[in-house]
Nanobody, 126 residues
């Protein structure tokens, strides 16, 4: 069973930065998608970013329009943790952020994520 644990959420002022971490225990990432999603109160969950690993060292990543140019993905050296680096944060980024794994590559998108973390909350104040 894959277990995902998000961390790094907190409160930050507009224009600040945060790094969210997703520790993926027991996950074989090659050939699957991982991703970050977010959900604000009263809204539907939306995709933030996804990444598909063709091999251990090659991948394809995509970002939703609202975060393009501000958010980036990263990995630790052991490939066991996926990071979401959030920069130039805005109040509209306030949400609970979820890590997902086990997604299937479908054309140029990732779908059918099997594993989900509990979420970590981000609050951006003006």
């Amino acid at each position: 069973q894959v277990h995902l644990v998000e961390s790094g959420g907190g409160s930050v002022q507009t224009g600040g930065s945060l790094r969210l971490s997703c520790a993926a225990a027991g996950y074989t990432y090659v050939g699957y998608c991982m991703g970050w999603f977010r959900q604000a109160p009263g809204t539907e969950r939306e995709e933030v970013s996804t990444i598909y690993f063709f091999t251990r060292n090659t991948h394809f990543a995509s970002f939703a329009d609202p975060v393009k140019g501000r958010f980036t993905l990263g990995q630790d050296s052991t490939k066991t943790t996926l990071y979401l680096d959030m920069n130039s944060l805005k109040p509209e980024d306030t949400a609970t952020y979820f890590c997902a794994a086990g997604g299937r590559r479908n054309g140029t998108t990732c779908t059918d994520f099997t594993y989900w973390g509990q979420g970590t909350h981000v609050t951006v104040s003006s």
